[in-house]
């Protein structure tokens, strides 16, 4: 009998302890925004035993699709299971995973041509601040990575570019990166019947969101200040583009993996490249 308690006892202990350690994902969580004068949603993956720890961690912002929020991640790249998995396998270091709604609004992550939506300033600015403050959250440039699929693959190429000083690595997945011309970029402005209201700025803003354009414009050393992991299917429309980031970077013997796998522009892919994308940012993570 005190053979039998003391098994139970020891069962329980074991199934108490195995729940504390459990990693948490909650997709409602909010915060108010003065610049786009809204309430904003966000998802946050807290790591395994992030409850019972007092540690800090590394964090890596996700970034949905076009269509998506920030639900996405969690409901169909399957976040928490993948992240857990890694973990448990040594293939990913623990971090926080935070997962932005960029669909709400104006769907995007970049500031309008007007800049009457803020929506990149409110990422950088709100969101990122707000978050590292209300978490453990290491704020060092060393541990803080980006990615993203589709859109928040634009989104992470970008905000990667633009600030180069926050993000020690950025992974855009399909990324939508297109190589329009200055020409082009202006017939869809005219097209969309977008009303511009100070046509000087329209080439700074181009530049600013041309992937090529940054590539040729930034400063080398800095963009080599990120470890760059780009991933893209064969069959996936957005192929070309990435590409010709890839060859540009070449060009210019800016360091970064390429790959091209079997797939399309679906979330089996990014389900599959999501372990590599942690596997990734780990190694900047850890000490070598």
């Known amino acids: 009998m005190k053979k039998y308690s003391l098994a139970l006892s020891?069962?329980?202990l074991f199934s108490?302890?195995?729940f504390a350690q459990d990693s948490k994902v909650f997709d409602q969580?909010?915060?108010?925004?003065?610049?786009l004068n809204m309430e904003r949603k966000y998802a946050i993956y807290l790591p395994p035993g992030y409850e019972t720890s007092q540690r800090s961690y590394p964090v890596l912002y996700l970034l949905h699709g076009g269509g998506d929020d920030q639900t996405g991640w969690v409901q169909f790249g399957e976040v928490q299971y993948i992240a857990d998995k890694a973990i448990l396998e040594g293939k990913?270091?623990?971090m926080i995973i935070v997962m932005p709604d960029a669909n709400t609004g104006k769907r995007g992550y970049f500031n309008d041509v007007n800049n009457d939506w803020r929506y990149e300033d409110f990422f950088f600015e709100e969101l990122m601040p707000e978050v590292?403050?209300?978490?453990?959250?290491?704020?060092?440039k060393r541990y803080r990575a980006i990615a993203g699929l589709s859109m928040g693959g634009g989104g992470t190429f970008f905000y990667a570019m633009h600030r180069p000083d926050l993000f020690s690595s950025a992974c855009p997945l399909s990324a939508a990166l297109?190589?329009?011309t200055f020409e082009e970029f202006n017939q869809g402005l005219q097209n969309s019947n977008t009303e511009v209201k100070n046509t000087n700025s329209l080439q700074g803003y181009y530049d600013r969101h041309s992937a090529l354009r940054q590539i040729?414009?930034?400063e080398l050393e800095a963009m080599k200040s990120v470890k760059w992991y780009f991933d893209c299917g064969d069959d996936d429309f957005l192929y070309e583009g990435n590409s010709l980031v890839h060859i540009a970077l070449k060009k210019k013997e800016i360091p970064h993996e390429f790959r091209i796998r079997d797939g399309a522009h679906n979330w089996t892919y990014w389900r599959e490249s999501l372990p590599e994308v942690l596997s990734f940012v780990s190694d900047?993570?850890?000490q070598k």
Do not use: D, P
């Open 132 to 140: 590292e403050k209300k978490y453990r959250i290491k704020s060092e």
């Open 29 to 35: 969580m909010t915060l108010q925004s003065k610049i």
């Open 92 to 94: 990913s270091t623990a």
């Open 16 to 18: 108490i302890v195995a």
């Open 178 to 180: 297109r190589s329009n």
């Open 216 to 218: 040729e414009l930034n």
């Open 10 to 12: 020891f069962c329980l």
């Open 284 to 286: 900047t993570f850890r």
